[in-house]
T-cell receptor
């Protein structure tokens, strides 16, 4: 199957700082990438959808100025959590979807655990 | 009513048992049905993918979709301790790339 990587896998930061998370599709071109957030014992909640070269589409309730998404190439998308606060602590997971796959098939990264002190 | 309902468990079974995991949904527009396996602190891994109604088998795993009842199932035969994980159902409508996930069912297979 297709491989998606995320970096870093775990990050701890102080409240008020910004954190950047990278999502890379290693062996396919991801025309669309998704960012999810998962709280403990909860399901994945879609935060935003991004298409290469376009602005991301954010889900209702997700602050686009706080969660900056850049999808500059077909293999890289970044999520920057700006002015992070403890309530932003969560497990952030990206996924990629590319042409040639079965419709709706997404390949997920291993996730990034963010802890804001 | 949530769009996708899934019993979070936890579900504990002895090794070798047949496991049945289920989801119900309310959105009749869903056409694509997936099951993902997620190990602790890892991203979800696609297990099964089904379009519309019917059954699909892959090794020890069988996925069933009953659109008339808005009910999907995943069966695991001869369960192994390595199957211990959280299983998430996910669905999408035709022409949509957005997945709607269930909460996930945590499964433990006891040796």
């Amino acid at each position: 199957g297709a491989v998606v990587s995320q970096h870093p896998s775990w990050v701890i930061c102080k409240s008020g700082t910004s954190v950047k998370i990278e999502c890379r599709s290693l062996d396919f071109q991801a025309t669309t990438m998704f960012w999810y957030r998962q709280f403990p014992k909860q399901s994945l909640m879609l935060m935003a959808t991004s298409n290469e070269g376009s602005k991301a589409t954010y889900e209702q309730g997700v602050e686009k100025d706080k969660f900056l998404i850049n999808h500059a190439s077909l293999t890289l998308s970044t999520l920057t959590v700006t002015s992070a606060h403890p309530e932003d602590s969560s497990f952030y997971i990206c996924s990629g979807q590319g042409g040639g796959f079965l419709a709706n098939e997404q390949f997920f990264g291993p996730g990034t655990r963010l802890t804001v002190l | 009513q949530k769009e996708v309902e899934q019993d979070p468990g936890p579900l504990s079974v002895p090794e070798g048992a047949i496991v049945s995991l289920n989801c119900t949904y309310s959105n009749s527009a869903f056409q694509y049905f997936m099951w993902y396996r997620q190990y602790s602190r890892k991203g979800p891994e696609l297990l099964m993918y089904t379009y519309s109604s019917g059954n699909k088998e892959d090794g020890r795993f069988t996925a069933q979709v009953d659109k008339s009842s808005k009910y999907i199932s995943l069966f695991i035969r001869d369960s192994q301790p390595s199957d211990s994980a959280t299983y998430l159902c996910a669905m999408a409508g035709a022409g949509s790339y957005q997945l709607t996930f269930g909460k996930g069912t945590k499964l433990s297979v006891i040796p």
